[in-house]
């Protein structure tokens, strides 16, 4: 199984930056596609973004595009996102998600793996 330990959230003011880490562990990292997530108490998990193992292609909700970037280093089993320009709005907990199957990128039931999720806070 693949083991994912997200890391460096925090508080930001707005217009600042921000970079979110997700070390994997366990299976080969590289033969999955990976995505981030973010969860407030008043809502459902959205998407935020994703990276096909492939080609490297990224897809990113319309609310982040432009904003934030999805990478990977398959070096250091690691995916990040980097976060710019946030807003009060983009404050949540980011969750890193594998998965091995075939399906939608941006559906949160089709992920098998998920990590703990870290804070991230952007005042105003």
């Known amino acids: 199984q693949v083991q994912l330990v997200e890391s460096g959230g925090g508080l930001v003011q707005a217009g600042g930056s921000l970079v979110i880490s997700c070390a994997a562990s366990?299976?080969?990292?590289?033969?999955?596609?990976m995505g981030w997530f973010r969860q407030t108490p008043a809502k459902e998990r959205e998407f935020v973004a994703a990276?096909?193992?492939?080609?490297?292609?990224?897809y990113y909700a319309d609310s982040v595009k432009g904003r934030f970037t999805i990478s990977r280093d398959n070096a250091k089993n690691t995916v990040y996102l980097q976060m710019t320009s946030l807003k009060p709005e983009d404050t949540a907990v980011y969750y890193c998600?594998?998965?091995?199957?075939?399906?939608?990128?941006?559906?949160?039931?089709?992920?098998?793996?998920w990590g703990q999720g870290t804070q991230v806070t952007v005042s105003s």
């Open positions: 998600a594998a998965t091995s199957r075939l399906g939608r990128l941006d559906a949160n039931d089709n992920y098998n793996y």
């Open positions: 990276i096909r193992l492939s080609n490297g292609l990224r």
């Open positions: 366990g299976r080969t990292f590289s033969r999955y596609d």
